[in-house]
């Protein structure tokens, strides 16, 4: 009988150590996912401040969108304005315009008469006389039309201010156009951001579920194991008691067996014994 005891003691024994080399192994596992997981879970609170960031600065885009609108739509008025005085300008004086002398068909036969008096195609006083007199009226209506084109201060006004509220208006309208893409680029961000925030989250599932896999392991590779010991220690304690009888140093034997219950008691509370400890244990039971 005592002979199997022992060969069940060391068969256990071997066992015990099994259950404590994969409890470890599992354990080496929990530390690990628990290592990724909360990694993952750091870089999805990074992630969740930048969508923060991001939805300030696309807010802040939207404002400055309604901001320059209305002072796009100012400027798009004062343009209409501008091209309506013109349109009354220039209608206003279309038929008169289009009736009267033109001012480059006069310089032309002004130049041609002078040319023509040069060469003295005018015979005769008389014919002279009145050459140089059509030259001279030729000479004053372009002065007159000159004069009227350069003092014609409303249409040159008009024209002013047309240019001034379009070029207005395009500076408006690029920062509508610019404030958009703006809003529109961290718009866009926001969304792979949170494509991304949801790829984590499944990797963070998957590493909390490792993490939990693996503690249960190792929880019930520790059970064994201590339920191993505990039954090796019943063994080793009925081959003590029986030595302490025959040598009649049962009190000795009492006090160790405190101390591997002590021992034993941290292993039960989930405690690592050290080797030095588990050899207290092995060098008690022989």
């Known amino acids: 009988m005592e002979g199997q005891f022992r060969q069940m003691r060391s068969r256990i024994e071997k066992l015990s150590l099994e259950h404590r080399n994969s409890r470890d192994e599992w354990n080496s596992r929990t530390v690990e996912n628990r290592t990724r997981r909360d990694q993952i879970g750091g870089k999805k609170r990074e992630i969740f401040d930048e ?5 300030g600065i696309r807010d802040e885009g939207n404002e400055e969108v ?33 009736k009267g002398p033109n001012i480059h068909g006069l310089k032309r036969k002004l130049n041609e008469m002078e040319r023509d008096y ?7 006083d008389k014919k002279e006389k009145e050459a140089i007199a059509a030259m001279r009226e030729l000479d004053r209506e372009i002065k007159k039309l000159d004069s009227m084109q350069v003092e014609d201060t409303v249409l040159s006004k008009a024209l002013q201010a047309r240019r001034e509220a379009v070029d207005k208006q395009e500076v408006a309208h690029q920062k509508v156009v610019e404030a958009v893409e703006r809003a529109q680029a961290a718009h866009e961000l926001m969304h792979e ?29 520790h059970r064994r194991y201590i339920i191993a010991m505990r039954i090796v220690y019943g063994i080793r304690y009925l081959f003590d008691a029986k030595e302490a009888r025959k040598a009649g140093r049962e009190q000795t ?21 050290s080797t030095e400890e588990l050899m207290g244990i092995h060098r008690d039971g022989n």
Do not use: C, P, W, Y
């Open 253 to 273: 034997r009492v006090g160790a067996r405190v101390e591997v219950q002590d021992l034993m008691s941290k292993l039960m509370s989930g405690e690592t014994l």
């Open 66 to 98: 309604k901001s320059a609108k209305k002072e796009r739509d100012v400027f798009n008025g004062e343009v209409a304005q501008a091209k309506e005085q013109l349109q009354e300008l220039h209608g206003g004086d279309s038929n008169q315009k289009n």
């Open 118 to 124: 040069e060469r003295g195609k005018f015979g005769g």
């Open 193 to 221: 951001l949170r494509k991304e925030i949801d790829r984590l989250t499944e990797l963070h599932e998957e590493a909390h579920q490792g993490f939990v896999d693996s503690k249960l392991h190792a929880d019930s590779e």
């Open 51 to 55: 969508i923060q960031r991001q939805r």
